[in-house]
């Protein structure tokens, strides 16, 4: 009797393990290709938007001339006599981005560094979180801020500095972008093997000669791809420049005047009322691609300087 509940045990248990087999090997057969459907989602995604913006841009330089768009200094998208320059847009954006990242990349690089080399586990525990609590707070408030407190600040020590001007938005965009600059440089410094630390210690370096001339230099990829990332937020960034830096079209170099960026741009144009298929409708994806391209030509060229620093080091 013993020897046949034993036999029966071993089969219950042969079975158990067959059925958990053929389970297991029903996942391992299924999670690969609900991954693969999961990716080619993405991917058409991706194709579908850059196609949308692709025909309608065709659509608009059929109405526009190529050269016209992206030499012209004037952008007047009503009335009779319409203009349709981009430089206005492409100038506000890069002299807002431009003033992001003058105050985003020193700080953003020195909190890193501090939170590396300096800061002791306790102390980076408390400091990292409360850092990128920054990163958590909406744009549209940064924009208010921008609107109401830098502004006014700036216009008491700038007389010259009007109600609505760029120079405001691009330092609170900096402000906004300081915690992906600080992270993801952080965490690319803290990968750096202690041994180099130790090493460069040991032949008499000091803290800070370790730092910069160790450190940084070997986390220079992980570096720079925090710098393109926060570019490309700034460049993307819409509410702040929306509310803060105005909407009036001005091709200047002048920090102090109201200009308006890309973003800023497709914000006006879809929130008014343009007819679709007009000329002004089809302008908006005319910006946005400018918009997508002059990303992915800073993204390509960030790749490349990021993959020469690690073959470098």
């Not at 526009?64 to 006599?81: A, H, S, W, Y």
């Not at 992001?100 to 501090?114: D, K, R």
């Not at 990292?128 to 801020?145: C, D, R």
């Not at 302008?283 to 620093?309: C, E």
């Amino acid at each position: 009797m013993a020897k046949q509940k034993d036999n029966i045990n071993v089969r219950e248990m042969i079975q158990q393990n067959k059925s958990t087999l053929n389970t297991n090997r029903l996942i391992e057969a299924f999670v690969p290709k609900f991954l693969l459907v999961i990716a080619t989602i993405s991917i058409f995604t991706t194709i579908g938007i850059v196609f949308t913006l692709l025909f309608e841009t065709v659509e608009f330089f059929k109405r526009v001339p190529f050269l016209d768009f992206f030499t012209g200094t004037v952008l007047k998208p009503l009335g009779e006599n319409a203009q349709f320059g981009v430089l206005p847009l492409l100038t506000g954006t890069i002299i807002s981005s431009l003033i992001a990242m003058v105050v985003a990349i020193p700080i953003g690089l020195m909190s890193a560094i501090f939170l590396s080399e300096y800061a002791s586990d306790k102390v980076r525990r408390i400091l990292k979180p409360i850092l990128e609590v920054l990163a958590g707070i909406p744009t549209i408030v940064y924009g208010f801020f921008a609107f109401t407190f830098v502004t006014p600040l700036l216009r008491a020590i700038i007389p010259g500095l009007e109600p609505t001007n760029i120079l405001s938005p691009g330092i609170v965009m900096g402000i906004m972008i300081i915690p992906m600059v600080a992270s993801l440089s952080e965490d690319a410094m803290s990968s750096v093997p202690n041994a180099m630390r130790e090493g460069a210690l040991a032949l008499g370096s000091t803290k800070l000669e370790v730092a910069w001339k160790v450190v940084v230099p070997a986390a220079m990829s992980g570096i720079v791809a925090s710098f393109v990332l926060a570019i490309s937020r700034a460049i993307g960034e819409t509410m702040i420049v929306t509310i803060a830096s105005g909407s009036t079209k001005n091709f200047t170099f002048d920090v102090t005047q109201s200009m308006q960026t890309m973003t800023a741009y497709i914000v006006e144009v879809t929130g008014g009322d343009a007819p679709a298929g007009s000329t002004l409708y089809y302008s908006l994806y005319a910006v946005a691609m400018t918009l997508f391209v002059f990303t992915l030509i800073m993204n390509l060229i960030a790749q490349y300087i990021s993959r020469k620093y690690r073959e470098e080091y």
